[in-house]
């Protein structure tokens, strides 16, 4: 009973990450072709945070030991959760906020549930497999079905959206294949030629989706985990290198701030990166009505909005998001909203600058690199603090695995013994993966 009951937890878990990731999801939206409002419900979103309630009410229950020291470690995510349910008071539509700010919470306490039903390894042989049917069913529907995967985008005729809502979305989801399936292919964590396949799949998917945000992304995470890596060295190449490598990316930032538009020129893009420009400067003005904590988290692109209307008018075309995560925050949360998630992230590379030193086993080059490309998504893309989005959980994993790591080290060091495993801290080893892990898992 105990195996079954194990196998179905899996199943669930892998199924909201397949919801959380856009793969076929929402169905209504994927065969429809059709624009949503960012955060617009659908009975699809609520049957599936339905189940999701249940699962977390099940499984912290099951795992109830583990729970309170991973909340501890994830206390930042969480309180960004709360300070967007507390907008709800300021908020121009407060039952929506409250609604949205809800299922937000529960998507970061379904990433904290994730660490305490798996460690880091077998999360990425999950993302991996994931990913990998992702790429391969975009790809069938690219040969089978090429007028439902095509992405239809004006200002990008090759671009494909294979299994997924939107090019960028299928773009996404492949650089973090990638990059799990990198990560796996070079521990055992998934049998090795399922995970080379996995990196092919992807890096062909990547292609078709011609979106130039991941790929910059992927680049960012390629970066972020070999300055991890050699500074986990801990010797005079590993540190020389490290600051070298520093050198060269403080230079790489000067240099895309300074000549914006020769970067875009050698990107294939235009300045205006397909209007989105546009509409950061009209996001702005509407900010301006409200700066400081904005109209409530959600409340801003919503059916029959006033603002959101006058911002579809002027463009010409309905505007379902600002594209770009900083500025969408900044019309829920205000200018204090968008200072409280830079606080967060500046929390999440602190801990990792500090698990990259640690003399215990470290994710911390997974970690920063999947940091790295989340966090280079949410400059063209609005999917960062979203319920249900695999962007979001992701986020939640890598802060909360961090602290986690940390958390660990101070309790060996506090009790005098030589640091050891992430186990130290939950005490067993989570259960075994639902999915068959190949060599190792």
């Not at 039952?95 to 305490?116: D, K, N, P, Q």
């Not at 999950?126 to 040969?143: N, P, Q, W």
């Not at 970066?223 to 050699?230: D, E, R």
């Not at 200072?339 to 602190?350: K, P, R, S």
Request: a positive charge; one cysteine or more; glycine letters at 10%.
């Amino acid at each position: 009973m105990k195996f079954l009951a194990t196998r179905l937890e899996g199943l669930l878990i892998a199924a909201f990450l397949a919801t959380c990731l856009g793969l076929f999801w929402p169905p209504d939206g994927y065969f429809a072709k059709g624009l949503a409002l960012a955060g617009e419900s659908s009975p699809y979103h609520a049957a599936a945070f339905g189940g999701l309630t249940i699962l977390l009410a099940v499984g912290c229950l099951a795992r109830l030991p583990q729970i309170p020291p991973l909340l501890l470690a994830g206390w930042p995510v969480l309180v960004l959760a709360a300070f967007s349910m507390l907008s709800a008071f300021w908020s121009d539509a407060p039952f929506l906020t409250v609604r949205r700010s809800a299922t937000l919470a529960e998507t970061a306490v379904f990433g904290i549930y994730l660490l305490a039903r798996y460690d880091v390894p077998q999360i990425v042989a999950v993302l991996s497999k994931l990913c990998l049917i992702g790429a391969l069913a975009s790809l069938v529907m690219i040969a089978a079905f090429p007028d439902l995967a095509y992405a239809h985008n004006y200002t990008h005729i090759d671009s494909w959206r294979g299994a997924f809502p939107d090019k960028n979305t299928l773009g996404a989801v492949a650089t973090v294949g990638i990059i799990v399936s990198a990560y796996a292919f070079r521990h055992g964590y998934v049998w090795r030629p399922l995970a080379a396949l996995g990196v092919a799949a992807n890096l062909a998917t990547l292609y078709l989706a011609d979106s130039k945000t991941p790929e910059v992304a992927l680049v960012a995470a390629c970066y972020v985990a070999a300055l991890c890596s050699m500074r986990r060295r801990r010797d005079g190449i590993g540190l020389t290198v490290a600051f070298a490598m520093t050198v060269i990316g403080l230079a790489g930032i000067a240099i895309i701030a300074l000549a914006p538009d020769d970067v875009m020129t050698v990107l294939n893009r235009s300045p205006t990166l397909s209007s989105r420009t546009k509409i950061w400067e009209l996001a702005l003005i509407f900010v301006d009505r409200y700066p400081w904590l904005g109209y409530g988290y959600g409340a801003f692109f919503r059916i029959g909005g006033v603002e959101v209307g006058q911002m579809q008018a002027i463009m010409q075309w309905p505007v379902p998001s600002t594209h770009n995560a900083w500025l969408e925050q900044a019309l829920g949360l205000g200018w204090v909203g968008v200072g409280l998630i830079g606080f967060v992230c500046l929390i999440a590379f602190h801990r990792l600058a500090r698990a990259t030193t640690l003399p215990q086993q470290s994710h911390a080059p997974l970690l920063g690199a999947l940091l790295a490309a989340l966090l280079m998504e949410t400059l063209t893309e609005s999917s960062f603090l979203t319920p249900g989005d695999s962007i979001w959980v992701l986020f939640v994993v890598c802060v909360t695995a961090l602290g986690r790591e940390l958390s660990a080290y101070r309790g060996n060091a506090a009790r005098g013994r030589a640091p050891g495993t992430l186990s130290v801290l939950i005490g067993t080893p989570a259960p075994t993966l639902a999915f068959p892990n190949g060599s190792r898992g």
